[in-house]
């Protein structure tokens, strides 16, 4: 079983939880990070880097497509893909989104199947496309 380094940017840890059920559910073997503030996510970074992020559209007190940007910016992190978790989004912002370099979106959903099943998606697509980049 291939196993997940993920970084998950949300402001409600209950969430982490949630998403970590639908990982192990998905099948995924995931040890996560949460962070909830770019000074979080700066720290984390410095200690270890990602598979994945998860990153929350709506995280109180971060414009998170600006931290996308930046994110993106870094040549430490510019090739770690980024699945926004958001609910349904207007088509500028998804558009947006997209220049800016999001590898998927991730609909919220209540139930931890649909969210596994996502998870599993996004994260198979990104695996084969890094695989074809090679």
Known sequence: MQ???LLIIVDNKAETEFINNAMQLAGLACVSAWADTKERVQRIL????PDFVLLDLEVAGMNSL???EEFRLSSKTRDIPVFLYCNPIADEVRGKALALGASAF?????????LSWALKSAI???DASATGKR
Do not use: C, P
């Open 3 to 5: 196993s997940y380094i």
């Open 46 to 49: 410095g200690q270890m880097l």
């Open 66 to 68: 600006d931290f996308l």
């Open 106 to 114: 991730i609909e919220r959903t209540k139930t931890t199947e649909t």
């Open 124 to 126: 198979a697509d990104s």
